[in-house]
């Protein structure tokens, strides 16, 4: 019965889809005399409420022309928008601004796709340390986050104090390619204050100002494909207090897990956040808020890095027991996201130093 009644919804959408709908669309065409993306156009503001519902209307249109508009090249736009305005017998006497506004929204979709194929062949390009580019990326990161203490070599136990695995920071690249490095990098050099802070605070035990260290235990946990180092810190009780207490609040209360996490391992976990959000089309509402034609690949930097900084916040304020809490933490984080980004007025901000863009709401 109830497999029934699903092939009957379904069929009755899809009914609703081809016929009902269409014909509505053709009833209030000749009472307002104004085609669907003139009144998406009159009837919402500039951003992702109009570019999202245009660029619906175009996917899902019976005309080729129009369903073909949103996969067509840049330069090819103005062109499309001529015979868009041509099929719907569209005077721009009478529309001068429509023109200029499908432009802007065509140049959003487009633009956004190209987004995705770009981060995608970024994402693919696997760390080369034979390629000098690649290198003189890498060095630059150690000098963007620690201008005071010279490599001792490129193969060298201090990458792990900025949060990488190992002695050689290529093989913690595997999983992002060089869009982790690219968002690494540009986090550091566009937000430094924010990123140094970040990796500050990275480092520091919880409660660090009532901790007395007894030796250090050293674990790791792996969070998809990342490990992350962490370290437990042991704290002095008194007699008389610890007499009182059963062996789960002994635990509570003696071992005090450290908050921070490896920040450059985190950072490209964080990269992988706003890849799926990018590639899933979540990503849509903030870009088509911001970037008033085409989203480039700086605005999905600017993202990670409101991302990052935004983590890092959620992160302390969930005051997690220890890192093995990460992929709990990382969901919750991304469900968060997701929630705000279901709003079509919403745009996810980085905190720049260098510019006056906040978390705002349209």
């Known amino acids: 019965m109830k497999h029934f009644l699903r092939v009957l919804t379904q069929l009755l959408v899809v009914l609703y889809c081809k016929c009902l709908w269409r014909g509505l669309k053709f009833v209030i065409r000749k009472v307002t005399g104004r085609c669907e993306l003139q009144r998406i156009c009159y009837n919402n503001k500039p951003g992702a409420r109009r570019t999202l519902k245009i660029e619906s209307s175009l996917k899902c249109s019976k005309h080729e022309l129009l369903r073909s508009a949103v996969s067509v090249q840049p330069d090819s736009v103005e062109k499309t928008i001529d015979d868009i305005m041509s099929l719907k017998r569209i005077n721009l006497d009478t529309n001068p601004q429509l023109g200029i506004s499908l432009q802007a929204c065509l140049l959003q979709i487009v633009g956004y796709r190209n987004l995705v194929v770009e981060v995608e062949k970024l994402r693919r ?50 999983g992002m390619g060089l869009l982790g490095l690219h968002s690494l990098l540009y986090f550091a050099e566009h937000d430094k204050a924010t990123a140094l802070q970040v990796l500050h605070d990275s480092l520091q035990p919880k409660h660090s100002m009532h901790v007395t260290i007894m030796h250090p235990h050293f674990f790791f946990f792996c969070s998809c494909f990342f490990f992350i180092p962490i370290t437990v810190m042991h704290r002095n009780v008194p007699k008389e207090e610890a007499s009182k207490m059963s062996k789960a609040e002994w635990d509570k209360k003696t071992y005090d897990k450290a908050i921070g996490y490896s920040f450059a391992i985190v950072g490209i976990n964080i990269t992988d956040l706003a890849y799926s959000l990018l590639v899933s089309g979540a990503l849509k509402t903030h870009l088509y808020n911001v970037a008033p034609e085409m989203p480039s690949l700086v605005h999905f930097q600017q993202t990670f890095c409101y991302l990052m900084q935004e983590f890092h916040r959620f992160w302390m304020e969930e005051d997690p027991c220890d890192i093995m809490e990460f992929n709990r933490v990382r969901t919750k984080f991304h469900k968060r996201i997701l929630k705000q980004l279901k709003n079509p007025d919403m745009a996810l901000c980085p905190h720049f130093t260098a510019s006056d863009l906040h978390l705002v709401n349209l």
Do not use: V
Request: glycine share 6%.
């Open 125 to 174: 390009e696997p760390y080369d340390c034979e390629n000098p580019a690649h290198e003189e990326m890498l060095m630059k990161l150690w000098k963007e986050l620690c201008p005071d203490s010279p490599l001792s070599g490129r193969i060298s136990k201090q990458w792990c104090e900025i949060g990488f695995q190992g002695n050689d920071p290529r093989t913690d690249f595997r």
